[in-house]
């Protein structure tokens, strides 16, 4: 039965089709009303190449995130394999005071997210991750890749630290094109850089490097890209959201939280319709 069980979970986790039968498991009403067209100029970017520049953080919101979670960091203990990051958000800082929920809901992160699935968008996932140095053989989300828990994503991604050379881990990415030069296969892949530079041929390699505050809109399920590959560690804000009928649904803060963040974002954005908030959490 134990071995059953790995064979099931091998296929569910590296197989794209059946990542692809799985949405149907995720359907919800809002499923099946027509997407509205992208209008914002951020979102139209990340439609048409894969990425754009985001919003920089008021510097007295960046000294209150930073404030609250580089003590943190203090508690993390590396570990030697798997994802070489910690999320540093408890279930605790699920309140209307911590300026990342405000942030979550601001016109500047929330607003081109759901415009660039127009309007049929759920909240995958909130993260404060610390990535920390590593040394050796590349691990997972260091190797080249693209997100397969849905056909389309959006990530906002927010330097909480100088991030301005290799040695800081910036997150490295290709445009949605250039994506599309990479071998199809039928398994997910993870690909070293020699197999993935051959692939991408005269393909361009694009390095966010940014100062804290600084933040980035990309498309992580159509871009190929890795992160984390850090010296000296890393301190970033993650907000990932995804279509109604995303392939997985992964246990999150937001999905433990959801009728709490509810209530905060009809507090912080009374001008959105609480259907559309209900549907961004999938209640």
Known sequence: MNTIRKAVGF????????????????????SFSKAAPSLLPSSKEVNEIGYTSGPSLDKDVL???QSLYEPRIAGVVPKPTGHPFKNLMLDEDITIENPVIRLAFSKDILDPAMDYFGNKVQFESLQVLYSYPTDGKL????????????????HAIVYLNDVIDKSHGPFVFVSKSDSRKITPSILIRRIDDQRFLKELGDGEVKYFYGKSGESVFVDPAKCYHYGSRCKEGRLALFFTFNTSTPFMIMPSLIKKNKVKLFEIGKTLRPDLDPDKLKNLLRL
């Not at 296929?11 to 809002?30: E, P």
């Open 11 to 30: 296929l569910r986790w590296r197989l794209v089709g059946i990542r692809h039968l799985s949405m149907l498991a995720n359907i919800q009403g809002q």
């Open 139 to 154: 691990r997972e989300s260091q190797m080249w890749h693209k997100d397969f828990g849905d056909n389309k994503s959006f």
């Open 63 to 65: 000294k209150e995130i």
